[in-house]
């Protein structure tokens, strides 16, 4: 079957059943993650001139790679599986690009060699390539997460496992799911004296990715590690709070309606995109790209989002209080006259921020 994304076409296997029993995966889904990839590469070249390298660190049919090397990146594709690295040829071959293709575990090669940004793009979990992703980055990493349930807690044992944090299946989960991927990540480059700093996330009910940038040092590393802290939910009337600190401390119930409340952690609570770097991202979307317009959008609500841990859902809300939901601009424009900060957010169409609390939202928003 063929391919065309942005300025490549590439050859994958028919997908038998959602890519299980493919000869070699290919998601045609990803491709808004793969048109904000393309993008973002462009975006940080202009933001760090120096940068060159690219690897492609669990190519598959290569399609990442390829697109990359498109762009006049000095690009590595590699694969564990021979048909991937065979197909990786073929599809450079088809576009007449250059670039290197291993067939070789990528936790090897990472742990051997460091390219200016990385890219995970793995089968489920990437925290089996953390450590050696990195010790093999120099400037940027870019992850993929596919199993949205253990990050959000919908798999409470497995998250736990992978991620070392408590996730909880909350109504924000899948934020949940990013914050609890953004902790690992960071604790991980902590551990090498690294700041990790997300300038870039973005997540849907399919798969969690964001791009972090590197920092050295143990100061910053610790600066990172400061972000860090614990989300206290109460299932009940939807009130939440968080606090910093690798200790969690909760309040004892929940102050709205005296209810249990739930504590997920220790999960990122800092920005999780850097909103210029957003709009230079969405600058670098051109027409080539299959999901521009949905990519443009996306990114606008990015560089929108205010900056706090959790979101909102009116339509949850109003359930709760057993009322109507309304237009999100005019739900939206009743928390901002009453003095909120307030913003929707990319996690769904009924979404929004605010540094209201629940009971002040109730209030600001009532007819
Ligand atoms: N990045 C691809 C894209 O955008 O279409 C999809 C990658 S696919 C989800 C994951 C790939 O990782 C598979 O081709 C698999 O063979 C490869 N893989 C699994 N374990 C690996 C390892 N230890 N080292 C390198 N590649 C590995």
């Not at 089996?128 to 044992?157: I, M, N, R, S």
Request: charged share 25%.
């Amino acid at each position: 079957m063929r391919v065309s994304e942005g300025r490549v076409t590439v050859t994958v296997p028919e997908q038998p059943d959602a890519g299980k029993g493919a000869d070699v995966f290919f998601n045609p889904v990803q491709e808004l993650n793969r048109d904000i990839t393309v993008a973002a590469l462009r975006a940080y070249r202009e933001r760090t001139p120096r940068v060159s390298t690219y690897l492609d660190a669990t190519a598959a049919s290569g399609i990442r790679g390829v697109r990359a090397a498109a762009n006049d990146w000095e690009t590595t594709l590699c694969d564990i599986d021979d048909d991937a690295t065979a197909l990786c040829e073929q599809n450079l071959e088809r576009n007449d690009l250059a670039a290197s293709v291993r067939r070789s575990d990528a936790n090897v090669l990472m742990h051997s060699e460091a390219f200016d940004v990385v890219d995970v793009d793995p089968f489920g979990t990437p925290i089996p390539f953390a450590d050696a992703a990195v010790q093999g980055t120099k400037h940027l990493l870019c992850v993929t997460a596919t199993d949205t349930a253990p990050l959000c807690g919908a798999h409470f044992e497995s998250g736990v496992r992978s991620y070392g944090a408590v996730p909880r299946n909350t109504e924000f989960h899948a934020e949940m799911g990013m914050r609890v991927l953004l902790s690992a990540m960071v604790r991980t480059a902590a551990r090498y004296d690294i700041a990790a700093r997300p300038i870039l996330s973005h997540a849907t009910k399919h798969y969690a990715r964001t791009y972090l940038e590197f920092d050295h040092g143990a100061k910053v590393a610790n600066d990172c590690i400061d972000e860090l802290g614990y989300v206290h939910h109460c299932q009940h009337c939807l009130w939440r709070d968080h606090d910093y600190g690798l200790i969690a401390d909760p309040p004892e119930a929940c102050p709205v309606c005296d209810e249990h409340l739930q504590t997920a952690g220790p999960i990122w609570l800092g920005r999780t995109c850097d909103p210029a770097f957003a709009d230079a991202v969405s600058e670098q979307v051109t027409e080539e790209m299959g999901t521009a317009d949905e990519a443009r959008e996306l990114l606008a609500t990015l560089s929108e989002e205010i900056d706090t841990p959790t979101h909102y859902d009116q339509h949850r809300l109003c359930k709760r209080w057993g009322r109507g939901a309304e237009a999100m601009d005019e739900f939206i424009e009743k928390l901002r006259d009453a003095g909120y900060e307030a913003s929707r957010t990319h996690y769904g169409g009924t979404t929004f921020k605010t540094d209201a609390d629940v009971v002040e939202i109730r209030e600001a928003t009532a007819e």
